[in-house]
């Protein structure tokens, strides 16, 4: 997802440009599948330090449910605002100091603007913590192993002896702080 620069860069601080986001992204890093072309808008605004690039995209992800293992696919609405800052001056060519820490991403030498990274690390950040296939999903028996969404279950669960003398507790039992 690259997109030229170069007229931007030259342009006052302030000047806009907008895009389509259309492409692929890859984040078999992440362990993590991505099902659909990432599609939507962005803005590039020249700012005194490089362009500022907001907007937002949309794709779809295949996920593996927490409770019952299964793979399904989740949808996902990435927001973004992302500073991609020159390591080449427009006008003269001669190089830029190097970019030292996380300020921003780089616009190569060709004034080419990448977002295909920026896009990648802001879809890991969106993926839920604990990816369920629906709010309701009732999970692997600990017993049997069965999928309790695909077969209900009959088999009784074991209680843990460890916690045993908790479950004659009740709210009488318990200290008033008054």
């Known amino acids: 997802m690259l997109y030229n620069v170069a007229q931007l860069l030259k342009a006052p601080v302030g000047s806009d440009l907008r895009q389509t986001i259309a492409g692929k992204i890859d984040l078999r890093d992440a362990d993590v599948v991505v099902v659909a072309p990432v599609t939507g808008e ?33 949808p996902l609405h990435i927001k973004f605002s992302e500073m991609f800052l020159p390591t080449v001056e427009v006008l003269s060519g001669h190089p830029m100091p190097p970019i030292t820490d996380d300020l921003g991403f780089p616009i190569d030498a060709r004034h080419h603007l990448d977002l295909t990274e920026m896009l990648r690390q802001q879809i890991i950040l969106d993926l839920p913590d604990q990816p369920l296939c629906r709010a309701d999903c009732a999970g692997i028996c600990p017993v049997c192993g069965n999928n309790r969404n695909v077969t209900p279950c009959t088999c009784e669960t074991q209680e843990d002896q460890r916690w045993a003398a908790l479950t004659h507790l009740t709210l009488d039992d318990v200290p008033s702080e008054n």
């Open 42 to 74: 962005v803005r590039f605004q020249r700012t005194n330090q490089g362009i500022l690039a907001t907007g937002a995209a949309d794709t779809v992800v295949r996920l593996q449910c927490v409770r019952c293992l299964e793979d399904f696919e989740q």
